[in-house]
């Protein structure tokens, strides 16, 4: 009797631990933010502000229209649009990987005004850094559909 006992209660504590184990496979931790639509669609904006920008910039090359006092509304506008789109990554929880990308590109925007302000005499001067911005955009992009997709899993 002692033995059936001792057998039922083994019996239940493989079950017991079974149960949690089961319970607890099902559990995920997350590591990074939810993916965020406001995000998705503001950073798809700027590219598009930006995109406009250096095709505008790209024409005006060897003129006067090329200034950098010429494009001060553009730099003005992006500047509060990365400011907007920073405090919102800011105030999400476990979403460092994209305040540092948004933090990286308000950097590049000073940089950029700083060649800028130097003038723009060819088409490298537009090219590289905007090739450099669309990569930019275009991680910042990656990593939020990856957290979408994420959601689905």
């Keep these: 009797m002692n033995t059936a006992v001792k057998t039922s209660k083994g019996k239940g504590m493989v079950l017991i631990w079974f149960a949690c184990w089961l319970a607890l496979s099902g559990c995920t931790v997350k590591l990074i933010a939810d993916y965020d639509p406001k995000t ?5 904006q700027l590219q598009r502000k930006f ?9 005006q ?33 476990k ?3 994209t305040l540092q990308q948004v933090s990286l590109l308000e950097e590049n925007i000073g940089l950029l005004e700083e060649v800028h302000k ?3 005499a060819d088409v490298e001067v537009v090219k590289v850094p905007r090739d450099d911005f669309n990569t930019a955009l275009s991680n910042i992009l990656k990593l939020e559909l990856a957290k979408r997709r994420g959601e689905e899993e």
């Design 95 to 97: 979403n460092e990987i």
């Design 61 to 93: 090359i060897g003129t006067e229209e090329a200034s950098y006092d010429n494009h001060l509304e553009f730099y003005k506008e992006v500047k509060v649009d990365v400011s907007a789109i920073k405090l919102r990554a800011s105030a999400i929880p």
């Design 51 to 59: 995109e406009t920008f250096f095709v505008n910039l790209e024409s």
């Design 40 to 44: 998705d669609e503001a950073i798809t």
């Design 118 to 120: 130097e003038g723009v």
